[in-house]
């Protein structure tokens, strides 16, 4: 099992930046997949990126690629999302997630409790 806390978001301009970080505590942290979903009323969660176990290999949504990144430091059980470019459509509750491959579904092990992010015009 593994435990997953989200902190970084709050309140930007359209074109500004934010950086989330997910820390997790639990066992062989290492081991899991990471990924980065949003949510907004109203709408299903949506895949906004993931990173495999050793961080080589990164996936992302169409609408976010090239301007959020994905990144992990294994030991320090932490993994980023860092946000340029910021769009008010970007306004969500972000969650992250723990599991055993990246998929694009919302098909993951463990979340944490979501931090929101608002992007104003």
């Known amino acids: 099992q593994v435990q997953l806390t989200e902190s970084g978001g709050g309140l930007v301009q359209a074109g500004g930046s934010l950086r989330l970080s997910c820390a997790a505590s639990g066992r062989s942290f290492g081991s899991y997949t990471l990924a980065w979903f949003r949510q907004t009323p109203g709408k299903e969660r949506e895949f906004v990126g993931a990173i495999s176990r050793i961080?080589?290999?990164?996936?992302?949504?169409?609408?976010?690629?090239?301007?959020?990144?994905?990144?992990?430091?294994?030991?320090?059980?932490?993994?980023?999302?860092?946000?340029?470019?910021?769009?008010?459509?970007?306004?969500?509750?972000?969650?992250?997630?723990?599991?055993?491959?990246?998929?694009?579904?919302?098909?993951?092990?463990?979340?944490?409790?979501?931090?929101?992010?608002?992007?104003?015009?």
């Open 55 to 121: 961080g080589g290999i990164t996936d992302y949504a169409d609408s976010v690629k090239g301007r959020f990144t994905v990144s992990r430091d294994n030991p320090k059980n932490m993994m980023y999302l860092q946000m340029n470019s910021l769009k008010p459509e970007d306004t969500a509750v972000y969650y992250c997630a723990a599991g055993s491959r990246v998929v694009r579904s919302d098909n993951y092990d463990y979340w944490g409790q979501g931090t929101q992010v608002t992007v104003s015009s």
